[in-house]
């Protein structure tokens, strides 16, 4: 499964969710982003659940484990 779709320049990580998984919808995601202010945040484009931390390494661990299990899908924007 690939996406033709770029990334927007503040992300710099991406996990596949379990729905991107199960449908093959690779917009389904949750995005690590470099924050200008405050480390890294971490937001899910199937449910909206997100997160930030200092420590990178934190928010890694946190969007992946997010994204393992959420079901939920990106609303269609059309």
Known sequence: MTSTTAWPASVIARYLTKAAEILADPDATVDVRKN???????????????????????IHASAQTHAETCRAIPRPTV
Do not use: I, L
Not at 36 to 58: A, E, L, N, Q, W
């Open 36 to 58: 200008r202010d405050f480390g890294h945040s971490y937001d899910c484009r199937g449910c909206g659940v997100g997160g930030s931390s200092g420590d990178v390494t934190s």
